[in-house]
């Protein structure tokens, strides 16, 4: 017996049964950012390995540990992309989008990532992104914000979520905090884990993000950014602060958020909650002034941010009202009885297509007798079915069986529902 082959591990096929809850968060989504007047980006899945080591730095976990790299048939060392931030800014400068320009972009699609997999963390998963280049000041970092908070509230679960935010400074700020960092760890040096000893010299901000619970006290007593950040990140962040009240939207100042790639600088923030366990950061961003110039194009601001939709389809899920929010993948069950029905029904089905193209309609197929074909009417889950036998080909009439309603079943002509199914679907 020749073997079956099963998925990659961390890599999930999506079922029709799951592709309700996809295409309801995916079409939340493209209504959100549309209302904002934001365009869609769609660049390559796989990208030069040089591209992401350059952007996200060679320190990382994700560069060091979990990209997907390969050496193709031409020599070539290409990875599959891990993040979307640094293929958006590489398709900007290639296709001459940033310089001396205002963009606000938009992207979903996977990622790829060979960590352990858990619950809403996968090696294949999928993120929604939104990156904007040319706005230097706090009002675009409101807006980003702003922008994934109506979506919270829109997905209904705003109240389930916590905004916390962080200045990281200018670069030269960042490099000169490091540097005291570093001399705090090093007088500590007994109490850092191996991976925090690892990172000590090379990127000691990630040592601030370490989840290892032995050292919160450590990390709680390091010098904080805000007592070594410039006086021009100061007066950015005081008024990313002041539009963020303005708004309404609060806010939790966490001076230990980093956020884990190397080119953010200035306002850095995360949407966490304690709804998922251990998965509690559910999107995160922030500002890259530095990386259009560092990808080789000229000098732009960028600021950001992406989230995970695995795991807001974990949030989702955890609504008892969820289910009723999406559309039935059926409207109407068409059953035809007999040689004639099936021959006259099928061209119906047509017609109704071409006379309600918003109704999803299915036809049945493969034969058998009334109460089977019921049966799938019923499962498919449409809101009426419309059976058609000889009798009623010959009177150009249909049987109207309502499904999802205690109301009895109606013949009428076969036109007039042609003319009022949006009426009978109520």
Known sequence: MS??????????????????????????????????????????????????????????????????????????????????????????????????????????????????????????????????????????????????ARLWQKLGFDDKVELQINSLGSNQAREAYKQVLIEYFQTNLSQLDEDSQRRLKSNPLRILDSKNPEMVELIDNAPKFSEHL??????????????????????????????GLDYYNRTVFEWVTTELGAQGTICAGGRYDGLVAQLGGQATQGCGFAMGLERIILLLEQQSDFKSKLSASVDVYICGLGEKAEAFSIQYAEKLRNKAPSVKVQLHCGGGNFKKQLKKADRSGAKVALIFGEDEVNAQSVAVKFLRENKPQEMLTAQSVLESIGELLG
Request: charge should be negative; glycine fraction near 10%.
């Open 3 to 148: 073997k079956t082959f099963q998925a990659v591990k961390g890599m999930n096929d999506c079922l029709p049964t799951d592709s309700p809850v996809w295409q309801y968060l995916e079409g939340c989504l493209r209504e959100v950012v549309a209302g904002y007047g934001y365009q869609e980006i769609r660049t390559p899945i796989v990208e030069n390995t040089q591209l992401f080591c350059r952007s996200i730095g060679e320190v990382t976990d994700i560069v060091e540990k979990e990209m997907y790299t390969f050496v193709d048939k031409g020599e070539d060392s290409l990875t599959m992309r891990p993040e979307g931030t640094a293929s958006t800014v590489r398709a900007g400068i290639e296709h001459g989008l940033l310089y001396n320009q205002q963009q606000r972009l938009w992207y979903m699609g996977p990622m790829f990532r060979r960590e352990k997999p858990q619950k809403g963390r996968y090696r294949q998963f999928h993120q929604f992104g939104v990156e904007t280049f040319g706005y230097p000041g706090p009002d675009i970092d409101a807006e980003l914000i702003a922008l994934s």
């Open 230 to 259: 410039d006086q021009e990140s100061a007066a950015h962040f005081t008024g990313l602060c002041e539009k963020l009240e303005l708004l309404g939207i609060r806010y939790t100042v966490n001076p230990t958020l980093v956020r």
